[in-house]
Nanobody, 112 residues
Framework: QVQLVESGGGLVQAGESLRLSCAAS???????MGWFRQAPGKQREFVAR???????DYGDSVKGRFTIFGDNAKNTVYLQMNSLKPEDTAVYYC???????WGQGTQVTVSS
């Protein structure tokens, strides 16, 4: 198994940026990680992922604004979030597809 720890969440104003980090407890394949988010009263939704072939994929609502990338040396995957909107407010979770492991989540709040 692998433990995932997210960080980098916070309170920002609309239009600002945040970078989330997800650190794995041991060496893993960074190219098989993803980010999801869950807003209050809503289902968890897909945000972004890196596939096994290194291809990135994004949810429609974040395309062009968010970027997922990883650092194998640090066993860490990042989510760069630009041009944030109030509707991006949610708890963001990282996910490892090989082990099916979730992080504990980090809160992102975007004020208008």
């Amino acid at each position: 198994q692998v433990q995932l720890v997210e960080s980098g969440g916070g309170l920002v104003q609309a239009g600002e940026s945040l970078r989330l980090s997800c650190a794995a407890s041991r060496s893993i394949n960074i190219n098989h990680m993803g980010w999801f988010r869950q807003a209050p009263g809503k289902q968890r939704e897909f945000v972004a992922r890196i596939t096994n072939t290194g291809i990135t994929d994004y949810g429609d609502s974040v395309k062009g604004r968010f970027t997922i990338f990883g650092d194998n040396a640090k066993n860490t995957v990042y989510l760069q979030m630009n041009s944030l909107k109030p509707e991006d407010t949610a708890v963001y979770y990282c996910f490892n597809y090989d082990f099916g492991s979730w992080g504990q989540g980090t809160q992102v709040t975007v004020s208008s």
